[in-house]
């Protein structure tokens, strides 16, 4: 097997490691330490169950319940284990060991993760065009075609498109760049109809995996994978590089709170829900159907009551249950087909229901403002 020439730099790491493992062993975690310390030593086996043992701690309980200090400490490991596997050549196994470390692990060692996966993600590169010869033929992730109406009003919930509609090209509509820049990276993913049914799941896959399962198009599946309100330009900078930041965003002094990934095959749908912040929601590729009720209708909406839900309704709006949710019948809503090269507005605490009509990769850019945020 080929061995890289040089090796990971990790300067955070070399800094922060003996406070990070002291302040482990205060909390518990002596075999943590040791085979922490053995990997430093040059045990690659070590390394690597020093990692298992800071998942176990992250999947211990609820996700606010874990602690931060193992956060870090599976930053730490995985940092461990993917310089043992960037020395011996195995340069994909050491990106996904990075991309779940920045996942999954805190802050303390971001900065030695970033820098690590820039080195190994530009190595994979160099690898894959020494491999294959560079093609110059666009293959397009989505043909675009004409909308037919009605086609798209049969899959809809009911009364869709029934008010007056308000109403470009992309490099991420081409399947080699979105391959060459994040292909290799790994990433969380939604598999499922949508997070409110029993058989929801989430996993991880690489970029390119997740690219093949939207590829394939399958709109009889009742498991479509969607990458859904994940960081993604957090995680992979070349496509954070890709976007310019609305000007909207900043108006009357608005701070910038999130920016996330939308991408997911024909068919995805996103609940009826509401979120906190102003939101603009920009179609990249494809188009999506959309509909929001005022924030002044939450009552007749039917919210769940459980605190973890109670942004999302409880109305299946592709199968309305009219005895169970008389109100909703007869409300008043806005609805849209958002194109490529559009932006929709929308405003905090209106709820909106989403589903892709094709392919589709969108953008959403939350802010706030120093005032309320609320508009009825």
Known sequence: ??????????????????????????????????????????????????????????????????????????????????????????LNEALRVLDLGLIMGGLLLKKDLEAAVALVSEKVREAQNDAVEKKTQLRPLLLVEDVDKPHVLGMLPMRSLSCKIVMKRTKWNDMDYLRKVAGDRTVPVEVGKNYLCPNWKQELITFSQFLERMHSNDTSSVSPTYLAQHPLFEQIKELRNDIFIPDYCFAGGGELRSLNAWFGPTGTVTPLHHDPHHNILAQVVGRKYIRLYSASLSKELYPYTETMLCNSSRVDLDNIDGKQFPKLLDLEFMDCILEEGEMLYIPPKWWHYVRSLTTSLSVSFWWSDNGSSTMS
């Open 1 to 90: 097997m080929s061995t890289t020439t040089d090796h990971l730099s990790t300067p955070a790491l070399d800094s922060e490691s003996p406070s990070l493992l002291q302040t482990i062993s205060s909390h518990g975690g002596y075999a943590y330490v040791s085979m922490a310390t053995l990997a430093v030593s040059g045990d690659s086996r070590a390394a690597e169950a020093a990692r298992e043992m800071a998942w176990e701690q992250l999947h211990s309980g609820p996700w606010d319940s874990v602690l931060p200090v193992w956060r870090d400490a599976y930053s730490m490991a995985c940092l461990q284990v993917a310089k043992f596997q960037y020395g011996n050549g195995e």
